[in-house]
């Protein structure tokens, strides 16, 4: 049973546009979203995350929002740049329990230039 | 070094050998985790160390997987007997977790291919 979705595995939008990903979960103890994006052959690099106590957090060209009732988290990357092409993860984490985070499979995004 | 280190970056062992995995974790990190990607998958966890306290080893997938922790710093994962399914990516991760907040910074990867 998967508790973090990423429903859909690719997405491609035009240099300078927004890119929105998407991400779902299930399990109402998550209290810590983040976002983390993977380059190939690299590890998964930190991007932004979220508390349950906010709706919306914001670094530079990165906006994260969290529906808390739709259980559901969005990530906007405005405008978009050829560099940001890359795959995107989604993590939950449930501060009560032993703090592993549970990734989504991912969203590969492609900003054409 | 400044991040997590993870050695080798590339392991290639043929199915019943015993491979070991290291990472160096960032210094002053207290937890430290480790994750599997398989080919097309998100991140499965594996296990978790925190201080000194007992690790989490509830995501381990069978009795061949173990690791240890020396010193609260580098960690070793050993898997025994290796077989084919077994071959993915092995993720290190460390963070300083302070109250809800826990963000974790990944080292490379190990590449373990089991032919």
């Known amino acids: 049973d998967q508790q973090v979705k990423q429903n859909s595995p690719s997405l491609s939008v035009q240099e300078g546009r927004i890119s929105i990903l998407n991400c779902d979960y299930t399990?109402?103890?998550?209290?810590?979203f983040l976002w983390y994006k993977k380059y190939p052959a690299e590890g998964p690099t930190f991007l932004i995350s979220?508390?349950?106590?906010?709706d919306k957090n914001e670094d530079g060209r990165f906006t994260v929002f969290l529906n808390k009732s739709a259980k559901h988290l969005s990530l906007h990357i405005v405008p978009s740049q050829p560099g940001d092409s890359a795959v995107y993860f989604c993590?939950?984490?449930?501060?009560?329990?032993?703090?592993?985070?549970?990734f989504g499979s991912g969203t590969q995004l492609t900003v054409l230039p | 070094g400044a991040g997590v280190s993870q050695s080798p970056s590339n392991k290639v062992t043929e199915k019943g050998k015993d491979v070991e995995l290291r990472c160096d974790p960032i210094?002053?990190?207290?937890?430290l985790y480790w994750y599997r990607q398989s080919l097309g998958q998100g991140l499965e966890f594996l296990i978790y160390?925190?201080?000194?306290?007992?690790?989490?080893k509830s995501g381990l997938p069978s009795d061949r997987f173990s690791a240890e922790r020396t010193g609260g710093s580098v960690s070793t994962l050993t898997i025994q007997r290796t077989q084919q399914e077994d071959s993915a990516v092995y993720l290190c991760?460390?963070?300083?977790?302070?109250?809800?907040?826990?963000?974790?910074?990944f080292g490379a990867g190990t590449r373990l291919s089991v032919l």
């Open positions: 991760a460390s963070s300083l977790v302070r109250g809800a907040k826990n963000i974790q910074y």
């Open positions: 979220i508390s349950s106590i906010k």
């Open positions: 399990n109402s103890m998550f209290d810590y």
């Open positions: 210094s002053g990190h207290t937890a």
């Open positions: 160390f925190q201080g000194n306290s007992a690790p989490d």
């Open positions: 993590a939950a984490s449930d501060s009560g329990s032993a703090r592993q985070l549970t």
